[in-house]
């Protein structure tokens, strides 16, 4: 239903327009306050980067975390990253992540981000807090935040942007009413709008995510997912049918397809009910870092990398490093 409002599919979303003008005041009124001043940014002793979004929703934001991270340190860049931690309980805040966080309390992007690079990662509320917990441990050269484009409480040096190319903004309009967190002109303000498929525009970087080998979360065996037998897919990501597309794409045609929650809570009993036996689960690998504690041998996950070539995407790789540099 939500999809057919954003959509402008479904007549609801001219109910929901008040509240949206509301949102919209109360967004821009607050931007507004940190241009002129009366709301001050704390400004880190080293570089930020800001990887975000202007909707609600999966836009591919943590796979361009991960490449650029992953391309950074190839170049021999220090760099660490905070979150806000979302669908994570910490005891305390900044928690600052080791081989044992969990996603209870850390929430499963940062967790994610940690596994795949092993960079620095705090997350907190205040992500000033979440970068002087890196910097009091790490001597990392770059801080990239993991979202955040609208708290404008920690102050930027550069603003990325993901857009899905496919869906683009939908109606348009902000938040209930249509997914925009700030209308398509803040893109006018940014310093690079990565394009997740569909067709990039004029001065858009293309992108695309690259699906690799499934993984059993039990035994660490890679196989091509065409192989699996009996698939049910599995999907807690902003945005599943692009997970259940992924799939189609190499191959693989599950017996069904279960789309969560993002950032939804799982427990042993929630994952195995989904399967019969003689059934074979895939998942993202988003999930599979909730999943790992109490996996089952019939338990794989299908890893996605972003892909970003072309002249743009070095472009934006040296801008980076002079910037950490």
């Not at 394009?195 to 993984?215: D, F, S």
């Not at 689960?281 to 070539?309: G, H, I, S």
Request: aromatic share 6%.
């Amino acid at each position: 239903m939500i999809a057919r409002i954003w959509s402008g599919e479904s007549p609801l979303w001219l109910v929901l327009l008040p509240l949206s003008w509301l949102y919209g005041l109360v967004s821009g009124a607050i931007r507004f306050a940190y241009r002129l001043g009366l709301k001050k940014s704390w400004r880190a002793p080293v570089p930020v980067v800001v990887v975000g979004n202007l909707t609600a929703g999966g836009n591919g934001k943590t796979p361009v975390v991960i490449w650029l991270v992953e391309q950074l340190q190839q170049r021999g860049i220090r760099v660490g990253v905070v979150s806000r931690g979302y669908g994570g309980k910490a005891e305390r805040y900044p928690l600052l992540l080791e081989p044992v966080t969990t996603t209870d309390q850390a929430g499963d992007e940062p967790v994610l981000i940690y596994q795949r690079t092993g960079a620095p990662v705090a997350v907190s509320p205040v992500r000033s807090d979440a970068v002087k917990a890196i910097l009091a441990s790490h001597p990392v050269q770059l801080i990239i935040t993991d979202d955040g484009l609208q708290h404008y409480k920690l102050a930027r040096d550069k603003e990325i942007v993901v857009v899905d190319g496919v869906r683009r903004f939908g109606n348009g309009w902000w938040l209930p009413a249509g997914p925009m967190r700030e209308r398509e002109s803040r893109l006018t303000s940014v310093d690079a709008v990565i394009t997740n498929g569909g067709v990039a525009k004029a001065g858009e970087i293309p992108m695309r995510l690259r699906p690799g080998l499934a993984v059993n979360l039990l035994t660490g065996e890679r196989r091509e997912v065409s192989q699996l037998n009996a698939i049910v897919a599995m999907a807690g990501i902003g945005h599943p049918p692009r997970f259940f597309a992924t799939l189609a794409e190499c191959g693989a045609t599950p017996l069904k397809c279960v789309a969560l929650a993002d950032h939804q809570a799982l427990s042993l009993n929630d994952v195995t009910s989904l399967v019969q036996p003689g059934q074979t689960l895939v998942m993202t690998e988003k999930d599979a870092v909730k999943c790992r504690a109490f996996a089952q041998n019939n338990w794989w996950y299908l890893p996605v990398d972003a892909q970003l070539e072309g002249e743009q995407a070095e472009k934006l790789l040296q801008e980076l490093l002079t910037l950490a540099r």
